[in-house]
């Protein structure tokens, strides 16, 4: 009798004929890790980097995987091409596919100011400032207060100045001669509760006066005019030149009064040399009293007879504009020359911050010798940089760039000068002036009066009459 085979019976003779009993099927191949290439990478700020993905398989075996792309500190494409942003610093890329993914680091460093370009961007209507000296904020406000020679400080928020002063005292102020007028303003360190700030000016008798005012309890964006103080006035010579009066709390919370010697090139007094005036000095004062001022004990020439205890570091000319350094506390000094040198002088925090030094002035202009040929140096402190006149004439001191917005210039200090219009840097390294740059991109067309600095570390350009600039990457 003939055997027949249904098809179930036909498939399950033909599975058994092929199987092993000792064996089983072969598993397919799972995802188990994400590699990223390279695992490591170095680029400069706005720089690129190539980043690939390639799966490892249980098998051990690799295979092409479709990820998806993550990235700190910059961007990063589909394709995995990476562009830093404008912060140097330790960053993250990551690549993911389903439950698994894998990750790479990149460093991305600071490009040095040579690399980069640089442009000056007017604040919107800031051109309606008259003839602006100063401007500054206050610690964690995003204001700027805008000094202006007259008599007033205004506000500058909102892309707009504010209509109202926030404080008005042109009743007080002599600004209608040489360098005459409002010039210092200095926020106390804990300005948003104490609500005190500091101003520096030329009186009508032609003196120089530090006052202290408070703000209104009303109005964050007005001075109360009634809470005014008179702290300290300085005999100035019947000239109307080298008043300085620049204002700064320094890192001790200490505040410090820069005061020329009073214009006279020819005085036999030699206000620059003598401890026993505040002409041509750099003052150090306790102001956290509600009247006057205190000798801070540590002043440098405390115990010294017929000196002026209030003195920290003297010689000086004109020193327009100094700035401590709000990374280190390194303070610098940007002293206007006589005849033929300008000079910036800078002192470390490490050697003192300035406390006790002398700059030479008038035995010295510059790093060369002023009225005696082979004049005695011993004991000055000569300049760390200097230029001659012609173009320029009269520098202007700025500030060190501590701001986030261009990481490559972390630690560049810059100035300009008053007959040029156009921008000057250097970093302090070793006790030299290194990285020396002129920033032919960085020319307002107008007299550089000062510079500001904002509670962020950004830095501006303060001109006579063209408005207010900020320096920023192009």
Known sequence: MARHLTLGMLVAAVIAGCSDDNSAPNPVPTLVRIDVSPATATVQTGGTAQFAAVGKLSDS??????VTWTATGGTITPTGIYTAGSTAGAFTITATSGTRSGTASVNVTAL????????????????????????????????????????RIRIYKAGAIVSTPFLDI???????????????????PQYATSGRFFVSYVNLEGNSVLASYTVSTANADVANTASRVERLVVPHPPIAYHYSGGLAFGPDGYLYMALGDG?????????????ADLLGNILRLDVSGSTGYAIPATNPFVA??????????????????????RANGDLYIADVGQDTREEIDVSSAASGGGKGLNFGWAIMEGSTCY????????????????????????VTGGYVYRGSAIPALQGT????DYCQAQLHSFRYAGGVATDQKDWSTLNSGNNVVSFGE??????YVVTRSAGIYRIVAR
Request: glycine residues 14%; hydrophobic residues 35%; contains cysteine.
């Open 413 to 416: 200090y810059f100035y300009s």
């Open 304 to 325: 010294t007879a017929g000196a002026r205890g209030e003195i920290w570091a003297y010689g000086l000319r004109n020193p327009w504009r100094f700035a401590f350094d």
């Open 61 to 66: 075996s690799t295979s092409n995987v479709t």
């Open 454 to 459: 904002d509670a962020a570390g950004e830095v």
């Open 112 to 151: 040095p100011p040579g690399e980069i370009t640089l442009g000056l961007d007017a604040l919107p209507g800031s051109a309606g400032f008259i003839f602006p000296t100063f401007l500054t904020s206050p610690p964690g406000d995003s204001r700027l207060f805008v000094v202006e020679r007259a008599g």
């Open 263 to 275: 214009g006279e090139s020819t005085d036999p007094n030699d206000h620059g040399q003598s401890l």
């Open 371 to 394: 009225r005696v040929a082979g004049c005695d140096q011993t004991g000055l402190t000569l300049p760390v940089l200097e230029y001659g006149h012609d173009p320029r004439c009269s």
């Open 170 to 188: 042109t009743t007080l102020v002599k600004s209608d001669s040489g360098e005459q007028g409002f010039v210092g303003l200095a926020f106390d």
